[in-house]
């Protein structure tokens, strides 16, 4: 049986031919798709959104430990979150499969920063397996739930952007999804409990456990020596050079280097190094390719090999063909340099095109909240989803995104330094209950006047709308309780809990100017359906009287795509008129009209 698929897809479709039982996560590009399509085979798989990534893994550790195969998937910041339940259960060990699917993000396409996680898989001391295409993201996942089990360790199967995303043909093989038989759970507080007088000989064993891994890795079938294919005419100036390279830089290598030998390496961790040695005495020069760290060639090194140095510049930001090309030009000198090392640029044809920015859709509710933050002078510290678009211009609304659940403890920092004015920190409803609970309550516990606005929208919206605790649904589709954001700052002990519609400018002014100089923490609920998700696109329509606009450009500074550039009256003074196709009737411009110019007519 073959079917095309991502690499997202092929884990998923590997979880269900593994048998996996548990499945668990929080939704982050690139990852988000593993869940999606695993909660497709829920029949045989109980799948679940996770309020956090932590959680994501405790459930799924909870699951391996009571004897059944489990897998949780993120992105890679993601797996920082969930780095402490991780670190000692490297310690315990699975007893049922234990797999995580780390998403990284080189080039950070939609990330806040740019980290290998294969650092954090050798710092676990877990298992590490890197695919190359969809079909290894099957293969692997398949074996990985296997050597779980066989070594009673945590393995990590890294993805990336371009694997997660790219699709091929996987051969499935005889595809029956089934639930793993359980293992017997059988009580054990030497191996579950990790008070110092287990721990101590945990990590004797967990040292014990990577010398047997590392004589496996030597072995497996995903390390492999591939040399150049027949009827590939080898010159001289690659006769005798060797490339050690994983993942999907391999594919690179493949394309740019067909004449050179490879040592692919799809089990990373422990690294297999007999192999390494092995492979590096075969050739003259020995070459390492790898996308974003040097994570393999550091380890090379350190084993007393001398590894080929070069100016190319491989370890930032996403590699591509180009940037091959360019080291093949400088170590062999046989092909031209690309012209375009970095990324793939715009053709000649294409440059002259302005870029478009992203910005928040028509319609959308956090539009409103920043417009009223930036008109009322507020620092805004933000945090991570669609409304980081709020901290570039015309709303120019927010100061700061480190990372999720960041934004409530970044305002209180900022009040506790002394910084004086109106200070607000804003988030999301997902996450809310991602992270922000614990920064709401530590506020109100240490007796820090900050303001916190949750931007409501009901949806977990930027990684593509998966539910959450407000939404009243499930993965798997089933009805949900509904959890309320003000219950919880009720029961956190707020006093001052406000709900206003993100759609009304002038009752957010009013609310958010009275609680920033109120000197008393306040949670302010601003509520607007995400219009995709809630199918409200089309909702209504605006138009402009064009005989009242006056061309003032008020309504431009709300920055809604919808609307645009009309007739010019003056130098440098257009009037607005509404795209018809994208105007979603939210009537936020009419609101900043002074002359009535703005309408809704449907």
Not at 54 to 68: D, L, N, R, W, Y
Not at 228 to 246: D, E, F, N, Q, R
Not at 410 to 433: E, P, Q, W, Y
Not at 521 to 535: D, E, F, G, S, T
Request: glycine letters at 8%; aromatic letters at 6%.
């Amino acid at each position: 049986m073959k079917k095309f698929l991502s690499a997202n897809e092929a884990v998923a479709h590997a979880a269900a031919q593994a048998g996996c039982v548990v499945a668990s996560a929080y939704p982050g590009t690139p990852s988000t798709e593993i869940l999606e399509n695993i909660a497709k085979f829920k029949d045989t798989i109980r799948c679940e959104w996770a309020v956090n990534e932590k959680v994501a893994v405790e459930t799924a550790v909870g699951a391996s430990m009571a004897g059944a195969r489990a897998i949780t998937a993120m992105k890679h910041v993601g797996l920082n979150v969930a780095m402490d339940p991780l670190m000692t259960f490297t310690y315990v060990g699975p007893l049922g499969g234990f797999v995580l699917v780390s998403a990284d993000d080189p080039g950070m396409h939609s990330s806040q920063n740019e980290q290998d996680n294969r650092n954090l898989a050798k710092f676990a001391r877990a298992l590490l397996l890197e695919p190359a295409d969809s079909q290894e993201a099957y293969d692997m996942t398949i074996k990985a739930f296997e050597l779980s089990e066989k070594f009673q360790v945590p393995v990590i199967l890294r993805l990336t952007t371009r694997t997660s995303h790219s699709a091929s043909l996987v051969e499935l093989g005889d595809f029956k999804p089934a639930p793993h038989p359980l293992i017997p759970y059988k009580k054990n507080i030497a191996k579950n409990i990790p008070v110092p007088m287990f721990a101590r000989q945990h990590r004797l064993d967990a040292q014990k456990r990577t010398e047997a891994m590392e004589k496996e890795a030597n072995k497996s079938k995903f390390n492999r020596i591939i040399k150049p294919a027949k009827g590939v005419k080898v010159s001289a100036k690659a006769k005798g050079l060797g490339i050690v390279t994983s993942a999907v830089a391999y594919q690179y290598v493949r394309e740019i280097f067909p004449d050179c030998q490879i040592l692919k390496l799809g089990w990373t961790n422990p690294l297999p190094k007999a192999l390494v040695s092995k492979f590096a005495k075969s050739v003259k020069k020995l070459l390492v390719v790898e996308e974003l760290d040097p994570f393999l060639e550091a380890q090379i090194k350190a084993m007393g090999i001398k590894v080929l140095a070069h100016k190319t510049e491989l370890n930032m930001h996403e590699l591509n063909a180009d940037r091959i090309q360019n080291l093949r030009h400088e170590l062999l000198g046989d092909v031209p340099k690309a012209k375009s090392p970095n990324s793939n640029t715009p053709n000649s044809k294409t440059q002259t095109l302005p870029t478009r920015p992203p910005v928040l859709c028509a319609g959308c509710g956090h539009r409103g909240v920043f417009y009223v933050l930036h008109k009322l002078g507020a620092t805004v510290t933000g945090d991570i989803g669609c409304y980081t678009l709020g901290a570039f211009p015309p709303l120019d609304a927010m100061d700061s995104t480190i990372c999720m659940g960041a934004s409530i403890g970044n305002a209180a920092g900022m009040r506790k330094a002394g910084l004086k004015g109106r200070i607000c920190a804003v988030l999301g409803d997902s996450t809310f209950f991602h992270s922000g609970i614990t920064g709401i309550l530590s506020a109100l516990y240490n007796g820090t006047p900050v303001t916190t606005v949750v931007l409501d929208n009901r949806i977990t919206a930027m990684t593509g709308h998966q539910d959450n605790p407000g939404t009243g649904k499930t993965l798997a589709g089933d009805s949900a309780p509904v959890t309320e954001i003000g219950d919880i700052a009720k029961a956190c002990g707020y006093k001052n809990v406000v709900k206003v519609s993100a759609d009304d400018l002038g009752g957010l002014e009013k609310t958010l100017s009275t609680a920033m100089d109120s000197g008393e923490p306040w949670l302010v609920i601003a509520y607007a359906p995400c219009r995709i998700a809630a199918k409200l696109t089309k909702e209504g329509l605006c138009e402009v009287d064009p005989e009242k606009c006056k061309a003032c450009g008020a309504c431009f500074k709300m920055g809604c795509p919808a609307m645009t550039r009309g007739k010019e009256i003056r130098p440098g003074a257009f009037q607005m008129v509404i795209d018809a196709n994208q105007c979603a009737g939210c009537k936020q411009c009419g609101q900043v009209c002074k002359f009535g110019a703005i309408k809704r007519v449907r």
